[in-house]
T-cell receptor
């Protein structure tokens, strides 16, 4: 099983709608999780850190389900500017200091 | 507030040539990382430096070497470039290891012909 798995999408979302997608992870001992946003051919940028059951920042909500080992990201009232690839990041199982990146979920918000 | 600065932004090499990618951070972070990103794949860790004076291999270290010159700077060297090393390279730093978020540089787009 891969360390971190994401549905690649794309998720095509009408402007103003809600979209949610998951990220599954294999390291049951992980204590922290991150969602990054990456625009085409640019560097990933931190969207949200998740250290407990979840986190909320404006229109973005991350929820952690430790029993099933997945984290979700929900985007409410989608904007055209939310179109991007969302990367899930989890500490690696085999060594301190490493973070494992999912391949990303592409979201396309349409007018 | 520069954050993480990478140079160069673009580079074209011929097979067998060598080059060094430079990375510097001004956030006083302890840990620094080099990733590569290829189409359809997630970021893969090449090397990382947990703290000044230490370096460790990541997932795909073959063909690369690194130097943690001081706390600020972490360079990546390709001794003999190969077409398989065509990729986008990102340097990143974090305050302290895997429970701290990463801050990325703008990336270096490398093509090896």
């Amino acid at each position: 099983r891969k360390e971190v798995e994401q549905d690649p999408g794309p998720f095509n979302v009408p402007e103003g709608a809600t979209v949610a997608f998951n990220c599954t992870y294999s390291n049951s001992a992980s204590q922290s999780f991150f969602w990054y946003r990456q625009d085409c051919r640019k560097e990933p940028k931190l969207l949200m850190s998740v250290y407990s059951s979840g986190n909320e920042d404006g229109r973005f909500t991350a929820q952690l389900n430790r029993a099933s080992q997945y984290i979700s990201l929900l985007i409410r009232d989608s904007k055209l500017s939310d179109s991007a690839t969302y990367l899930c990041v989890v500490p690696a199982t085999d060594s301190w200091g490493k973070l494992q990146f999912g391949a990303g979920t592409q979201v396309v918000v349409t007018p | 507030n520069a954050g993480v600065t990478q140079t160069p932004k673009f580079q074209v090499l011929k097979t067998g040539q060598s080059m060094t990618l430079q990375c510097a951070q001004d956030m006083n972070h302890n840990s620094m990382y080099w990733y590569r990103q290829d189409p359809g794949m997630g970021l893969r860790l090449i090397y990382y430096s947990a703290s000044e004076g230490t370096t460790d291999k990541g997932e795909v270290p073959n063909g690369y070497n690194v130097s943690r010159l001081n706390k600020r700077e972490f360079s990546l060297r390709l001794e003999s470039a190969a077409p398989s090393q065509t990729s986008v390279y990102f340097c990143a730093s974090s305050e302290a290891g895997q429970n701290s978020p990463l801050h990325f540089g703008n990336g270096t787009r490398l093509t090896v012909t």
